[in-house]
């Protein structure tokens, strides 16, 4: 069950009231820009403004009377406007104002997600500057790999960051766009240049070609930009749990859980339901994609799956940035656990500097891997550091005096160019020196 949480203002965006207030917006515009270009009587759109009413018990009244929401919703404001309400809807069809509406909603919307970007954005900086030479294990395939750093571990959820960001821009740009060119696209009741005009007030372009409505792909591409920052939170939360885990105590939760049962518990709750959730969005894409396919100039099996999902994934992907930074902004770091791991590694995580050196010093590359694996299994073996099996090693020392092999498993060495990576996801403003 998802914790105590306020959705608001994404919450807000989504009410019924909220979508007839954007369907009156849309019709009002475009009353205004058929006034303007002399198409009907002037003082329309100021008259139904100030008489209009959203009455939504009246409206739902009337649609389920006559099964179609949008002509409910024209009839309920007609009875309140009264002569002038002939006008509403003057050249238009029903996607025109629905279409419109909803890339005015999704536009807003997606501000509402920027807005929770920034906040995420700016915890993971000060992580990854803070912690930029915090030695750790690197992990991969689970198992020992060379020392990392966790700021440069933080520092790939940054970039990664970056690139959702710019995906939502992108998505919010190529969703800002209405249509009113009536029931096929081909503006044969309502002008182009009183859509340029609406659209123009409402803050958004025309579709350069449209049917009965805006092509699905824009929408596709919405719900991917969400499911792309759904999965990074994932993988965010993902590393927590693994460096969480009892047998590696590396980070923490600011607030783990307890178990009933089990008194000792320090469970990663928050981060698990995360993992969850982002399940859940993913799972929005495929529909979501065969909706951009229709019939003909437009059918209806694509309203019934956005009037759930795009929704579904605007609130959990909002729960989800918000959470997830506080997770970042919260979590517990254990440096000293950090390093105590590199050190009882038995210096395995070095092995490549030795099969490097070893390859410097003339030896075939083949006998140099087959050798330097041989030894690390007999330090495991052992529970021996590695750089001492090595040092004493006649095959090795045929090649390396002992001093330079014990230089190889220097920490330091191995970390030394982890700045690079920083200076390159901040090539303007980046100060070196600067602990975030």
């Given at each position: ?20 207030e954007r369907w009156l ?19 329309v759109s100021i008259a ?60 807003d919307a997606l501000g ?325």
């Amino acid at each position: 069950m998802l914790e105590r949480y306020s959705l608001s203002p994404m919450k807000e965006l989504w009410t019924l009231e909220a979508q007839y207030e954007r369907w009156l917006v849309v019709e009002l515009a475009a009353l205004s820009a058929l006034e303007e270009l002399g198409l009907i009587p002037q003082g329309v759109s100021i008259a139904i403004k100030s008489k209009a009413r959203i009455d939504v018990k009246r409206i739902q009244e009337l649609e389920r009377e006559i099964g179609h929401d949008l002509i409910a919703f024209l009839w309920a404001l007609e009875e309140e406007v009264g002569e002038e309400g002939r006008w509403l809807h003057y050249g238009l069809t029903s996607s025109d104002v629905k279409d419109t509406a909803l890339a005015l909603l999704l536009r807003d919307a997606l501000g509402v997600i920027q807005r929770k970007v920034g906040r995420l954005k700016a915890a993971l900086r000060v992580l990854a500057l803070s912690h930029k030479g915090t030695p750790l294990l690197g992990r991969t395939h689970g198992q020992w790999a060379e020392p990392t750093t966790f700021g440069h571990k933080v520092l790939v959820w940054y970039a990664e960051l970056l690139r959702v960001e710019e995906r939502l821009n992108r998505a919010k740009e190529g969703i800002s766009v209405g249509k009113l060119s009536g029931a096929v696209g081909t503006h044969a009741y309502f002008p182009p240049e009183a859509e340029e005009r609406a659209l123009g007030r409402l803050g958004l372009k025309p579709c350069e070609a449209a049917s009965q409505v805006i092509p699905r792909d824009r929408h596709a591409e919405v719900v991917f930009a969400l499911a792309s920052a759904a999965s990074l939170v994932e993988k965010i939360a993902l590393e927590v749990r693994h460096l969480s885990r009892a047998e590696v105590k590396e980070v923490e939760e600011g607030r783990p859980e307890g178990s009933s049962a089990m008194p000792h518990k320090r469970n990663p709750i928050l981060s698990e339901r995360l993992c969850g959730l982002a399940r859940v969005v993913r799972a929005a894409v495929e529909p979501i994609l065969e909706s951009a396919v229709l019939w003909h100039e437009r059918d209806m099996s694509h309203s019934s799956v956005e009037r759930i999902l795009l929704p579904q994934c605007f609130l959990v992907v909002d729960y989800m940035l918000d959470r997830g930074a506080k997770l970042v902004e919260e979590l517990r770091i254990y440096p000293t656990r950090m390093r105590e791991r590199v050190e009882e590694a038995l210096g395995l995580p070095f092995s490549e500097g030795l099969l490097l050196a070893l390859v410097q010093a003339g030896m075939g590359r083949r006998e140099a891997h087959l050798l330097v694996a041989e030894l690390s299994q007999e330090a495991e073996k052992r529970g021996k550091p590695l750089w001492e099996i090595a040092s004493q090693d006649p095959r090795i020392l045929k090649h390396l005096p002992a001093e330079e092999v014990r230089s190889l498993f220097d920490l330091e060495r191995v970390l030394r160019n982890v700045e690079a990576s920083f200076a390159r996801v901040f090539p303007s403003g980046y100060n070196p020196s600067d602990n975030g």
